[in-house]
């Protein structure tokens, strides 16, 4: 994964398309790694969107708003773990 991030500032879009569909690599390292190529599918960047709405609704206080919003992140996103933690601590440490 260093190397990765390493490609990720350096390389060629040649070196990153091959490193993307290279297996070991971080999931979310390779869409970053896809967005850097410009052939994200989108998902993530829908899953990280809701996210961050999530977190300021929390900061907001819109508790309920807010479990609805990270509520849309699927089971299977990168992302889901980040957006539990959210909403069991309620976006405050």
């Known amino acids: 994964n260093l190397y990765a991030l390493y490609l990720l500032q350096n390389g060629s879009a040649q070196e ?13 390292l390779k869409e970053i790694i896809k967005l850097q190529n410009g052939k994200s599918s989108g998902v993530l960047l829908a899953d990280y969107d809701s996210l961050v709405k ?9 508790i309920e708003q807010a479990h609805a919003e990270l509520d849309k992140i699927p089971l299977t996103s990168p992302v889901r773990q980040t957006a539990l933690a959210l909403k069991h601590y309620g976006g405050n440490k």
Do not use: F, R, S, W
């Not at 569909?21 to 999931?27: F, K, L, P």
């Open 54 to 62: 999530g977190y300021e609704l929390l900061k907001e206080g819109k």
């Open 16 to 28: 990153l398309a091959a490193l993307a569909d290279t297996q070991g690599i971080d999931v979310m």
